[in-house]
């Protein structure tokens, strides 16, 4: 499952993750409002040339976004139809920047140091019965599960595809649900086995009468 993370000695990977995180928040604000189509396609060269730098790996993680192609096929119809090209353009270069820009972060950053970024904003949430490091282990787990679901879509469609000829069908969905929620039991008895099911003792101010 931190199968997401890639090991190296990047740029990227010595950043610390607060400051990815960070950058990864503004440059997601700042590609929003952009409508130029030239200009998306140049940040999503950038995106891809920093991928390249990682070799074949960096290459390969790109190919496991494959399942979102038919969604962005279909973005840009339903944009086409509504809008012009120039809008299905700018909207599908711009998802797949976004994405693509959230990926590296997971790719280049550790489980326990995406953790460690996350608890500091999410400290302040302690005042009202939330435990920051739990809530911190659920969204790095969240951005964790996305290229491993992916890659377990895309195992089952191509073996799907080398059984029959016809279409993955409902069967295919069902089974990737089916697989996707026996992960995530497997991960929560890791989890429970590891203590972090274990409610934390109460403070001695809370046990004083």
Same mark, same amino acid.
């Given at each position: 499952?931190?199968?997401?993370?890639?090991?190296?000695?990047?740029?990227?990977?010595?950043?610390?993750?607060?400051?990815?995180? !960070? *950058?990864? &928040?503004? =440059?997601?604000?700042?590609?929003?409002?952009?409508?130029?189509?030239?200009?998306?396609?140049? *940040?999503?060269?950038?995106?891809?040339?920093?991928?390249?730098?990682?070799?074949?790996?960096?290459?390969?993680?790109? %190919?496991?976004?494959?399942?979102?192609?038919?969604?962005?096929?279909?973005?840009?119809?339903?944009?086409?139809? *509504? *809008?012009?090209?120039?809008?299905?353009?700018?909207?599908?270069?711009?998802?797949?920047?976004? +994405?693509?820009?959230?990926?590296?972060?997971?790719?280049?950053?550790?489980?326990?140091?995406?953790?460690?970024?996350?608890? /500091?904003?999410?400290?302040?949430?302690?005042?009202? %019965?939330?435990?920051?490091?739990?809530?911190?282990?659920? +969204?790095? =787990?969240?951005?964790?599960?996305?290229?491993?679901?992916?890659?377990?879509?895309?195992?089952?469609?191509?073996?799907?595809?080398?059984?029959?000829?016809?279409?993955?069908?409902? &069967?295919? /969905?069902?089974?990737?649900?089916? %697989? &996707?929620?026996?992960?995530?039991?497997? +991960? !929560?008895? !890791?989890?429970?086995?590891?203590?972090?099911?274990?409610?934390?003792?109460?403070?001695?101010?809370?046990?004083?009468?």
């Amino acid at each position: 499952m931190i199968a997401g993370y890639l090991s190296g000695t990047s740029l990227l990977h010595r950043t610390p993750a607060a400051v990815k995180l !960070a *950058a990864l &928040a503004v =440059l997601s604000l700042l590609i929003l409002p952009l409508k130029d189509p030239v200009l998306l396609a140049m *940040a999503l060269a950038v995106v891809l040339m920093a991928y390249a730098g990682f070799g074949r790996r960096g290459l390969r993680r790109i %190919g496991q976004w494959r399942s979102l192609v038919p969604l962005l096929v279909l973005i840009a119809a339903l944009q086409a139809w *509504a *809008a012009s090209l120039e809008v299905a353009a700018v909207s599908v270069l711009r998802i797949a920047v976004m +994405v693509l820009l959230a990926d590296l972060v997971t790719l280049t950053t550790r489980l326990q140091d995406m953790m460690d970024a996350l608890v /500091v904003p999410l400290r302040p949430l302690a005042r009202f %019965g939330v435990d920051p490091q739990r809530l911190s282990l659920a +969204v790095a =787990l969240v951005l964790r599960f996305v290229p491993v679901l992916l890659e377990s879509w895309r195992g089952r469609e191509e073996a799907w595809r080398a059984r029959s000829p016809r279409r993955p069908g409902l &069967a295919l /969905v069902g089974a990737f649900f089916t %697989g &996707a929620l026996a992960t995530a039991d497997q +991960v !929560a008895e !890791a989890l429970d086995a590891r203590g972090f099911s274990t409610p934390h003792p109460p403070s001695e101010k809370a046990e004083a009468p």
